[in-house]
């Protein structure tokens, strides 16, 4: 079964420092992708970052950019410079094959709040 | 080019009642999936549409049900609303490649059952 672990419920981090938001997945699918997702308190989620399971580099987005372990399976989110409006809650979530069909499974999420 | 739309965006029911729940994907994606949303279980998948068809669906009772148009957009209904199904719900869309795509979500309709 595929499956999402983000062990932080909570973090904190000061104005225009870096965070990392931790990731761990379960697959034994050889192809599968990766996302981040930001979601603020009026509740739309927004796409982050996308990281698939055979890029070689890390993913990077603007101040966004995605820590890819393969063999670790963690694929954790740095956010650098954080700024106020970063507070938010972040989900986790990976796409893989079922039924022949894309199918995406998503974590818990970590609530991330900034310190002025 | 437009985002993904949901409508309405709040709501109040009372229990026993139904709810119908609209989402517009973006031009040119087929698929449409549903998610719910509550504090206590965090994201869960409901069911996501490709071409008019259901293609797969998560573990919710029969009172869940949706349809997808020929034009993509989407509907979900929630019949005999319970307590419990005061929700966040998330709709969203994505291309029709085989794999690789990544989903768009809308702002959410937000739920509340009195």
């Known amino acids: 079964a595929q499956k999402i672990t983000q062990t932080q419920p909570g973090m904190f981090v000061q104005e225009k420092e870096a965070v990392t938001l931790d990731c761990t997945y379960d697959t034994s699918d050889q192809s599968y992708g990766l996302f981040w997702y930001k979601q603020p308190s009026s509740g739309e989620m927004i796409f982050l970052i996308y990281?698939?399971?055979?890029?070689?580099q890390n993913a990077t987005e603007g101040r966004y950019s995605l820590n890819f372990q393969k063999a670790r399976k963690s694929a954790n989110l740095v956010i650098s410079a954080s700024q106020l409006g970063d507070s938010a809650m972040y989900f986790c979530a990976m796409w893989t094959i079922s039924g022949g069909y894309q199918k995406v499974t998503f974590g818990i999420g970590t609530k991330l709040q900034v310190i002025p | 080019k437009a985002g993904v739309t949901q409508t309405p965006r709040y709501l109040i029911k009372t229990r026993g009642q139904q709810v119908t729940l609209s989402c517009s994907p973006i031009s040119g994606h087929r698929s449409v999936s549903w998610y719910q949303q509550t504090p206590g279980q965090g994201l869960q998948f409901l069911f996501e549409?490709?071409?008019?068809?259901?293609?797969n669906k998560g573990n919710f009772p029969g009172r869940f049900s949706g349809r997808q148009f020929s034009n993509s957009r989407s509907e979900m209904n929630v019949s005999t609303l319970e307590l419990g199904d005061s929700a966040l719900y998330l709709c969203?869309?994505?291309?029709?490649?085989?794999?690789?795509?990544?989903?768009?979500f809308g702002e959410g309709s937000w739920l509340t059952v009195v």
């Open positions: 990281q698939g399971s055979y890029d070689e």
């Open positions: 549409y490709f071409s008019e068809t259901q293609r």
């Open positions: 969203a869309s994505s291309s029709d490649r085989a794999s690789g795509n990544t989903i768009y």
